[in-house]
């Protein structure tokens, strides 16, 4: 008998071989680390995989390379209910800059079996993922956190990135709980704030603790921080530029601090932080995101200090915030 394998049992093999070759590469794609397409039948990806990529058997004029699959699937946290725990996701969102976040494994040149199953199997749909918040803090810990505040409050000291730098006596970095849950954003210090190196220091922030307290916090267990550290002289405005300059700044500093939620007080700091000229009383009472941050609007404490009507505005949005953060106003829990 002929023993030698036939043309047909030779194409069998190399198709067995193929749809091995894609269930494995179907793997990766659920991970999200790199994929041949998941659809097409088997000659495809066995053009895909050989060496000239040209085709070869396969009689259908050369197949095209197929991009890569575009990213790996992203872990946001939805606007949805916060307060339930949840088991840690599997792929936190980095809370420091790539370069200093906590080594990742390097990924395989040669696909390897995985330690842990796949997070998602190639044959079912890929759910969406609704991560637990708190664990999207990342793989930082808490003082290595603080300690990179530090470093940037630190730096901030020194920087001359706006015009804003030149009548400033001293930085205004923030003030409060940098573990916190909650981070409140205004837009710039003024002089009093600049006098005592903490942001809301004067009548306003008076207003805001009252809020804080309201809310179910003291004023120190939130965070509160600006979108510009240095003082704004007296009547001038927050420009685009002094804006765009400090932005760095607000970003990886709210990176660090990874609140849960942040309020953003007022139209300079909201339509800055969120990049919209849409006014303060259409973003206020609604939910945005900031990188994936929950944000919710609403009007600056200055403004309700003049505008005691606009309280029941506020009180709406930060009862909001409260819901998410399962707090109930103190004397009602
Ligand atoms: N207004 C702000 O927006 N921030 C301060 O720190 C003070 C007043
Ligand atoms: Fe630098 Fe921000 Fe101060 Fe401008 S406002 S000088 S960008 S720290």
Redesign the pocket.
């Known amino acids: 008998m002929d023993e030698t394998p036939t043309l047909d049992d030779l194409r069998e093999e190399l198709l067995e071989l193929a749809s091995s070759a894609r269930a494995l590469v179907g793997w990766y794609e659920g991970t999200g680390a790199w994929g041949l397409p998941a659809e097409g039948d088997a000659e495809e990806a066995l053009a895909l995989l050989s060496p000239s990529r040209g085709g070869g058997s396969v009689d259908r004029g050369a197949p095209e390379r197929r991009p890569a699959p575009a990213a790996a699937p992203q872990f946001r946290p939805p606007p949805g209910p916060a307060p339930a725990p949840a088991a840690p996701p599997p792929a936190a969102r980095p809370v420091a800059e790539p370069a200093a976040a906590a080594p990742r494994p390097a990924p395989a040149p040669v696909p390897a079996p995985a330690p842990a199953p796949p997070r998602f199997p190639a044959d079912r749909p890929q759910p969406v993922i609704a991560p637990a918040r708190p664990a999207a803090r990342g793989p930082v810990s808490a003082e290595e956190r603080m300690h990179r505040l530090a470093m940037l409050a630190d730096e901030?000291r020194g920087?001359?990135?706006?015009r804003?730098?030149q009548a400033r006596t001293q930085?205004v970095f923030a003030r409060g709980n940098p573990l916190s849950e909650l981070c409140f954003v205004g837009d710039a210090p003024g002089a009093e704030e600049e006098a005592t190196g903490e942001p809301f220091a004067g009548e306003p922030g008076a207003l805001l603790d009252r809020m804080i307290v309201a809310m179910g916090y003291h004023r120190d267990d939130v965070y509160v921080c600006n979108l510009?550290?240095?003082r704004l002289p007296d009547g001038q405005k927050l420009r685009p530029d002094?804006i765009e300059?400090?932005k760095p700044?607000l970003a990886e500093q709210l990176q660090l601090v990874s609140p849960r939620y942040i309020v953003t007080l007022g139209t300079v700091a909201t339509q800055g932080l969120l990049g919209t000229t849409e006014p303060i009383t259409k973003l206020r009472g609604t939910w945005k995101m900031y990188k994936g941050t929950p944000v919710m609007p609403t009007f600056h404490p200055a403004y309700v200090h003049r505008q005691p009507s606009a309280k029941r505005e506020v009180w709406n949005d930060l009862q909001q915030v409260m819901a998410r953060l399962g707090k109930a106003p103190p004397g009602k829990s």
């Open positions: 901030v920087c001359t990135k706006c804003l730098c930085t510009v550290k240095c002094d300059a400090c700044h």
